[in-house]
């Protein structure tokens, strides 16, 4: 039963130490949300046998929350106050914090039905973001927090928001043995509206709450004080309370505009295909010129349609906003609007995406509708995201938390990692030992970098065949049991060959044409392959038969990149197989001085091609002259959408062709 009094009205909870296991590695907090909210004397019956007196508790915690603020039903109010009361023997608080540590989380599913009174009222509360608050503990707890580390907080942990609180004598005081968190919070939140104790604000950091370590610093007489800065989570820790799904109705719509977007973005595999423009809510609304407003663009997971969600990013900023709404207007009016009209339904709640966010979601998803129905019209429009990379923010490397997952069709959907399938993950860490092998999980690339012994070798194609699926394999070291190997990589499912051709001390130039081999093989046997990168270190253009018959025998191939030196017959020759391919939407020639008559032979190409889409030029020390040439080409190909040509020796006088090619 709740005590009547506390002594002079303090919080226990404030220094109550539940940050000494910072390490400890548990399964996420989830099942709770699947329940629908009851009246807080039924969501506590499974654990009234542990607190004697709960109901009368529950009564007080009843009658002091009527009217709650925050937009927080009566039960959900009372559930956080019944939260912070002090009972006898021990308070609500000191247990549930207790199991949350425990690894069997199924010894939690007595206390869903009160979690999800509990959370639900928490993740209404407006996030307590970007200040500072306070924890501290009567302990020494400085080694087990090391600088530059992240770790997570299972508990639900009680802040102050001033460090003066804490040097209060019944707390920490100013002597002894000390350690106080000086925490950069994002998603905590303020309950003394729904609190017993009203002396002090006390902030809740939530349960599976991700942390980088800033600083550890001994300040003497005992005290040792820890920076952190709250992370977003690698995946959901916490799972939210989600709102209940769409209608049937609104499921069968959605998914066939989803299904519209995945077909459009069919070729891209580079970037998501689902994305949110919103306003910067930190920033005052412009009414006079829109375009001098902030704009975010926000990712979603490509999952499941009743599971979709908003990426854990804050979002990206839009550096050229009236470009950028004219080139993908179009595709925001087919997409994007629907797709945020029906998260705003699932309005599914996280540590980035929370009730503030929410709040303001229609009116900001409003103006942007307003700026679709009145934006210019453009000459270029996109059809799919492939080039959202380049015109947003050129230096993304972790795209929205997101990533590249390979289907089993061998087309590509950007997930969390809580959505990334689970057979993929558990075949990537098989492979985590192997020295010689690494895997980019995020961009799902495995790369081979060293030697392999046999039993390697076999624990590798073992993987494969356990059906490991690669978005791209990258030769970078030669070594001999890679002949036997690559019978495995030409059946493995794998999306891109690639090939760093660079001379070292351990490749040397015969190495590199054994690593050209393998490859030539892959690309020419492997069902699966749809593109091929080649950086040429000095083989290739001397072993160009092979890359050629490849290109010839993969007519699959729809991406062919190539950055090295070649000689006008090589161009020639490729470009001569290259015709022949059906299906071929991109070709980049990089880094290398295009031969004589190098552009002639690639507007052949482009005038003959059906497919071609996309076309690279890049630091080939192109002239105007061949300029004029490609542009003559493009502008005869009328389903060409892209010409890149950075880094050539252009002049001001091939202005009026680029102009003109705009034009048409």
């Known amino acids: ?262 077909v459009m973005n069919k070729d891209n595999s580079e970037m998501p295909k689902l994305l949110i423009i919103l306003p910067d809510s930190s920033c005052r609304w412009e009414l006079e010129d829109v375009w001098k407003n902030s704009f975010l663009l926000h990712l979603v997971c490509e999952c499941s349609v009743n599971h979709l969600h908003f990426a854990l990013h804050p979002g990206y900023s839009l550096p050229n906003a009236r470009i950028f709404f004219q080139i993908y207007g179009l595709y925001l009016k087919q997409y994007m609007i629907p797709l945020a009209q029906y998260l705003l339904r699932l309005k599914m709640v996280n540590t980035v995406q929370d009730a503030r966010f929410w709040s303001t979601f229609q009116t900001g998803l409003n103006k942007m509708m307003d700026i679709l129905n009145r934006v210019e019209s453009s000459p270029i429009t996109a059809e799919d995201t492939s080039k959202l990379k380049n015109l947003v923010v050129p230096e993304w490397t972790t795209i929205g938390n997101l990533y590249r997952s390979v289907t089993k069709d061998m087309t590509i959907r950007w997930v969390c990692k809580r959505h990334y399938p689970a057979d993929q993950s558990q075949l990537i860490r098989r492979l985590r030992d192997i020295e010689g092998i690494s895997f980019d999980e995020q961009e799902s690339e495995m790369t081979i970098s060293g030697r392999l012994d046999p039993t390697q070798m076999s624990r590798l194609t073992a993987t494969l065949q356990r059906g490991l699926r690669i978005y791209t394999l990258n030769y970078v070291y030669h070594s001999p049991p890679l002949d036997q190997l690559n019978k495995a990589f030409c059946r493995a499912s794998i999306n891109t060959v690639y090939h760093h051709g660079f001379l070292s001390d351990d490749n040397d130039k015969s190495n590199m044409d054994r690593i050209q081999k393998l490859c030539n093989q892959v690309i020419t046997s492997n069902v699966f392959v749809r593109q091929a990168k080649v950086t040429d270190g000095g083989g290739w253009s001397r072993k160009r038969a092979g890359i050629r018959d490849a290109l010839k025998s993969n007519n699959r191939l729809r991406s062919f990149t190539f950055s090295g030196s070649m000689t006008n017959q090589g161009i020639t020759e490729i470009m001569a197989t290259l015709k022949t391919n059906m299906v071929l939407t991109t070709l980049r020639f990089k880094d290398r001085p295009l031969p004589p008559h190098g552009a002639e032979t690639f507007a052949e190409l482009i005038r003959s091609s059906g497919t071609l889409i996309c076309l690279t030029l890049s630091n080939t020390m192109l002239k105007d002259e061949g300029l004029h040439v490609i542009i003559d080409a493009v502008c005869a190909n009328p389903i060409m959408q892209t010409l890149e040509l950075s880094f050539n020796r252009l002049h001001d006088k091939s202005s009026s062709y680029i102009g003109y090619l705009l034009k048409v």
């Not at 909210?37 to 002091?64: R, T």
């Not at 460090?163 to 019944?170: E, K, T």
């Open 1 to 262: 039963m709740a005590e009547s009094l506390h002594i002079n009205n303090l919080n226990p909870r404030l220094i109550h130490n539940t940050c000494d296991r910072p390490d400890i590695t548990l399964q996420s907090i989830s099942g709770y949300e699947k329940l629908e909210p009851v009246p807080l004397e039924i969501a506590v019956e499974s654990i009234q046998s542990l607190f004697p007196g709960l109901l009368q508790d529950v009564s007080i915690a009843k009658a002091a929350t009527k009217t709650p603020t925050d937009g927080l039903t009566p039960d959900e109010s009372a559930a956080i106050y019944l939260y912070t009361l002090d009972m006898k023997p021990r308070s609500l608080y000191l247990i549930l914090n207790e199991i949350l540590f425990y690894r069997d989380r199924q010894k939690l599913k007595p206390w869903w039905p009160y979690l999800r009174l509990f959370f639900n009222g928490l993740f209404k509360i407006s996030s307590y973001t970007m200040k500072i608050i306070w924890h501290g503990v009567k302990a020494d707890l400085h080694t087990k927090y090391e600088t530059g580390k992240c770790y997570i907080w299972w508990a639900i942990t009680s802040c102050a928001q001033s460090i003066d609180v804490l040097r209060h004598p019944a707390y920490l005081g100013e002597t002894g043995v000390r350690t106080v968190f000086s925490i950069e919070c994002l998603n905590a939140r303020p309950i003394r509206a729904h609190s017993y104790y009203q002396r002090d604000e006390e902030i809740l950091l939530l349960p599976g709450t991700y942390f980088e370590v800033l600083s550890n610093v001994n300040t003497g007489h005992g005290l040792h004080v820890i920076r952190l800065r709250e992370r977003p989570p690698p995946y959901i820790l916490l799972e939210p309370p989600f709102s209940t799904v769409g209608t049937e109705a609104e499921m069968s719509n959605i998914d066939q505009i989803l299904e519209k977007n995945y």
